[in-house]
């Protein structure tokens, strides 16, 4: 058993911790928040709306390990383009 030590500072946890909980965010092209919401209703796998990104962006997020992402992706893809939604790709952050 190959054991990581710890002598990393607190800062490159830090930027650790936020790039791995920025692979878990998904963007999705959406007039309101509630229709992302109504879209995920129930869904597998932990996909949850965290709020607005801009206008015309919704924010998503995923508690999903890389298997259980591999076989609910497709179910998240599907409810919501049924609901006329499309997932995006991160839009850029101001000037």
């Known amino acids: 058993m190959d054991i990581q030590g710890n002598n990393s500072r607190a800062t490159d946890e830090g930027a650790i911790a936020e790039d791995a909980a920025a692979r878990m965010r998904f963007y999705v ?3 309101s928040v509630s229709a992302v919401r109504r ?3 129930r869904a597998p796998g932990g996909a949850r709306v965290t ?3 801009d206008r015309a962006t919704i924010e ?3 508690t999903m390990d890389a298997r259980s992402f591999a076989r609910h992706w497709p179910v998240l893809l599907s409810r919501l ?3 006329g939604l499309r997932v995006v790709p991160r839009p850029p ?3």
């Open 29 to 31: 092209a959406a007039p």
């Open 39 to 41: 879209a995920l209703f």
């Open 81 to 83: 383009d049924k609901a």
């Open 93 to 95: 952050v101001g000037p």
């Open 51 to 53: 709020g607005r990104f």
């Open 60 to 62: 998503c997020s995923h």
